[in-house]
């Protein structure tokens, strides 16, 4: 795949291609692995949807050994507003653009979006891996469709998160007695694999730390246009 959809038709569709690739799984070797993280933000506007135009800003950043390795932001808008199971219509394309901006691929690149757990099984973490060729994970606050009790209180501990009894993803306990993450496996990843990733990366917070720090860039340079916007 090298493009995104412009219209819901068109992303529909789209999903319901992806539902049914397949390819081979990415599992992190002995060596240390390079994680990416990506992350947008907008203006925030008068609709808690957001609208299409919105002025976006995306981060993406390149994570190994516990150490910031390079860092991308880029500039745009959003495709349209936000509406559930259409998250790539609005963001997909900024993040591709952060990524892809980053001096090299990731090994595996964590997304703020779910994969699986999604009315067609495919969201946009397991959307952009496709157009980027990455392994990809989803990291989210909460799941959207899939659901599952919560893990023991333990750093470490999963519990399985179901739509229509097919696991689509795992609630992770990232920190001790912290709320969990709910965790999706996207493309050619897998729960097993999803998990040690996200543990390994998970370091002093509850959110692994590429996509904490994407987060930030991201945020900052909003911040700073918007200043600079009012200065001006």
């Known amino acids: 795949m090298t493009d995104w959809p412009t219209t819901p038709d068109e992303l ?8 049914q690739q397949s390819a081979s799984l990415w599992r992190p070797g002995d060596s240390p692995f390079e994680a990416g993280a990506c992350f947008v933000c907008f203006v ?6 957001g609208a299409e135009g919105d002025a976006g800003w995306a981060g993406a950043v390149l994570w190994r050994d516990s150490q910031l390795i390079a ?10 507003a936000y509406r559930p199971g259409l998250l790539a219509l609005r963001e997909g394309p900024l ?4 990524v892809s901006s980053l001096p090299r691929p990731p090994d595996v690149l964590l997304v703020s979006a779910t994969g699986r757990d999604h009315p067609r ?19 989210t606050n909460r799941p959207l469709l899939a659901q599952g009790e919560w893990p023991a209180p333990d ?9 229509e009894g097919e696991e689509a993803g795992v609630w992770l306990r990232t920190r001790s007695g912290a709320h969990p993450l709910a965790v999706h496996p996207a493309w050619r990843t897998d729960v097993e694999t999803c998990v040690k990733v996200v543990l390994a990366v998970s370091i002093r917070v509850r959110t692994p730390e590429p996509l904490r720090q994407a987060r930030r860039l991201a945020r900052t340079a909003r911040a700073k246009d918007q200043r600079e916007d009012l200065s001006g």
Request: charged letters at 15%; glycine letters at 14%.
């Open 44 to 49: 925030p506007g008068l609709s808690p949807t």
């Open 155 to 163: 750093r470490g501990s999963t519990s399985p998160l179901r739509i």
């Open 71 to 80: 860092e991308s932001i880029i500039r745009g808008v959003a495709g349209a």
């Open 121 to 139: 099984r495919s969201g946009l973490a397991f959307h952009l891996g496709a157009i980027l060729d990455v392994p990809t994970i989803g990291v």
């Open 12 to 19: 529909i569709q789209a999903q319901e291609g992806l539902r």
């Open 95 to 98: 993040l591709e653009a952060a």
